[in-house]
């Protein structure tokens, strides 16, 4: 079964920040890598598709990178409603999550 | 609007049975794959089974399988998830989320969307 791994698991960081979160595949899986954002008690909420595609809807700020097993999420200029979990997700099999990183108000 | 309203979620015995059901409008729902995922605070979110466009084929992950069954009635635009023989870590919220494809030259690629708003399941005594 394919791992996925996220680092860091959480991150303090202040509006206005740049902030990057990685997520690694245990073998390569192309560009088959989707980011989430995850708030308690709402729906999870598609940000990046197909690695690096931006969802209609989804901010700007928002932008992933990377191919094969390492890639990355960034958020250039943290917004207030951007403090939240952030989950990766591999598409190359069954679906399976990385850990999470709960990004934080410093 | 593209909707999915999860329901049927409470409280149960360990070793006792729930049926969830995810009620899709706003989209043709019989041309689409569905899933359900799971998300605890421990784990964070996990993926539990999938059933193709005519309820022909179902995958489950080794957690859940030979415990849950995942179901759909096209006709009634529902989605379902039966789950028997429960147990403490069964209890989560549960979420049923659509599956889009899109085909690039050789890439076929997955993501789920949109997403429920969840319904919790707690197993305990």
């Known amino acids: 079964d394919i791992q996925m791994t996220q680092s860091p698991s959480s991150l303090s960081a202040s509006v206005g920040d740049r902030v990057t979160i990685t997520c690694r595949a245990s073998q390569t899986i192309s560009s088959y890598l989707n980011w989430y954002q995850y708030k308690p008690g709402k729906a999870p909420k598609l940000l990046i598709y197909a690695a690096s595609s931006l969802q209609s809807g989804v901010p700007s700020r928002f932008s992933g990178s990377g191919s094969g097993t390492d890639f990355t999420l960034t958020i250039s200029s943290l917004q207030p409603e951007d403090f939240a979990t952030y989950y990766c997700q591999q598409s190359y099999t069954t679906p399976v999550f990385g850990q999470g990183t709960k990004l934080e108000i410093k | 609007e593209v909707q999915l309203v999860e329901s049927g979620g409470g409280l149960v015995q360990p070793g006792g049975s729930l049926r969830l059901s995810c009620a899709a409008s706003?989209?043709?729902?019989?041309?689409?794959?569905m899933h359900w995922v799971r998300q605890t605070p421990g784990k964070g979110l996990v993926w539990v089974s999938r059933i193709n466009s005519d309820g022909s084929n179902a995958i489950y992950a080794d957690s859940v399988k030979g415990r849950f069954t995942i179901a759909r009635d096209n006709a009634k635009n529902t989605l379902y998830l039966q789950m028997n023989s429960l147990r403490a870590e069964d209890t989560a919220v549960y979420y049923c989320?659509?599956?889009?494809?899109?085909?690039?030259?050789?890439?076929?690629?997955?993501?789920?969307?949109?997403w429920g708003q969840g319904t919790l399941v707690t197993v305990s005594s």
């Open positions: 706003g989209f043709t729902f019989s041309n689409y794959w």
């Open positions: 989320a659509r599956e889009v494809t899109y085909k690039s030259s050789w890439y076929l690629y997955r993501w789920l969307d949109p």
